[in-house]
C-alpha cells in the first residue's frame, strides 16, 4: 500500500496531483478517465482469460503475496501516467 514513508512514491504521487490541480478540468478529467479504463481493460482481459479480478480477503491475500510485482508495477504505470500528461498541451 501507498505509504509517505516511501519517498519515491510520495515525490511521483505529489507531482501528479501537481499537474492535475493546474491542468484544465478537460484534461484532468481525461487523464483520470485513463486510469479507470486501464482498471478496466486489466478486468477484461482476465475475465476473458476465465480469471476474476480478486475482491474482499482474496484481494488482500493477493495484494500480500504479489506486493513487490504490484508495487514495481504501480509506481510504472504512475511514472507512465505523469509521462503522458505532461505530453498533453494545455
Same mark, same amino acid.
Given at each position: 500500500?501507498? @505509504?509517505? %514513508? %516511501?519517498? #519515491? +512514491?510520495? +515525490?511521483?504521487y505529489s507531482a501528479?496531483? $501537481? ?5 484544465? %478540468?478537460?484534461? @484532468? #478529467? =481525461?487523464?483520470? $478517465?485513463?486510469? !479507470?479504463?486501464?482498471? @478496466?481493460?486489466?478486468? /477484461?482481459? $482476465?475475465?476473458? /482469460? *476465465? $480469471?476474476? !479480478?480478486?475482491? *474482499?480477503? +482474496? =484481494?488482500?491475500? +493477493?495484494? *500480500? ?9 504501480? %509506481?510504472?504505470r504512475a511514472e507512465?501516467f505523469l509521462r503522458? !500528461? ?5
Amino acid at each position: 500500500m501507498y @505509504g509517505p %514513508d %516511501d519517498e #519515491k +512514491a510520495e +515525490a511521483l504521487y505529489s507531482a501528479i496531483l $501537481a499537474a492535475l490541480r493546474e491542468a484544465p %478540468d478537460r484534461l @484532468g #478529467k =481525461k487523464m483520470v $478517465a485513463s486510469i !479507470f479504463e486501464e482498471r @478496466g481493460l486489466c478486468e /477484461a482481459v $482476465a475475465e476473458k /482469460a *476465465g $480469471a476474476t !479480478f480478486p475482491e *474482499g480477503e +482474496a =484481494k488482500q491475500e +493477493a495484494l *500480500g503475496e504479489l506486493w513487490e510485482r504490484i508495487e514495481k508495477l504501480r %509506481d510504472l504505470r504512475a511514472e507512465e501516467f505523469l509521462r503522458a !500528461f505532461n505530453r498533453e498541451e494545455f
